[in-house]
């Protein structure tokens, strides 16, 4: 009797230590997820610090940077404004520059869009107007340059700041569209439903120029198999518009389907973006959805898109 007592004993001391040890064990676990936790709160804010370190070194940098290439201008100061829109399509832009040194001797020119002009002096400080044109993109055909002659010396420098690329940005309309859903292709039929959206961006500045005409095209291999007039629903809806939109075509495996917006503005210019796009490759039925907006002259030469 007292061995068996002894058994229990022992036995009941030895869960007693491993009650013990595994409190133990919990405390240092739960103590060690603190230490983590707080380990991980000082790399989050050691971060913080770097990031801010970062920044601010980023900024010293950029102002060091901003600094040397004040004093290593030629200039102390240009300012320039945009006219309205000509009948042409182009946008008298009119600019004036403050030279650092100015003589009696001191003339300026511009370089622009492959012209040089002289600038006309008022005091100390020389300006210009040119009509330039509102597709051109200055990042490809050079960016504007003026040149200070003082007697015999020539000095240039670009207008590196000054922004004239696609000017029409801040005079015509845009048109944005989107077509997304499911379709099912099958002998010789492809059947479309779509979330249909069409946005009628205005123009930057205060411009007059709308949106006129707006049609929904579809296109097979690139030849027009349909249109619809939409130019009632979107207009009506404040330049915002959506729909569901599902039709049957009749299109083969190898065949490439392209629903358009084609948007006239009151000046003519035609407007086209592509809304949904449906093709195979490889046997796999491939949907796509594009931005991108393609501008057309009313004699219908391309000034800005994709094949420009």
Known sequence: M?????????????????????????????????????LKNRVNSLQNHVNNYENQINAI????????????SLLAGSDYSFGKLTDGGKVPFTIRITPKEVTEKTSMTLTMDGETIPMKREGSDFTVTKEIGMFIDYDQV??????ITEGEIQKSEFLEMLDVSYLFHRYLPSVEAHGSGHSVHSNGELKISLDFSVHNQPADENSQVTFTKLLRVEEVNGEEIGREDITEEVLQQDGSFSTTYSKTYQVEKEDELRVYVVATDSLGYVHKTLAHQWF?????ATETIFGGEEIYAPDGTLLYGFGK
């Open 61 to 72: 940098y950029n102002n060091v940077d901003q600094k040397l290439k004040e004093e290593a």
């Open 2 to 38: 007292e061995e068996k007592r002894n058994k229990i004993t022992k036995k009941g001391w030895l869960l007693i230590g491993a009650g013990i040890l595994l409190v133990v064990m919990i405390l240092r676990v739960a103590y060690l997820k603190s230490e983590i936790e707080d």
């Open 142 to 147: 050079g960016r504007p340059k003026v040149t």
């Open 280 to 284: 195979n490759v490889d046997g796999d």
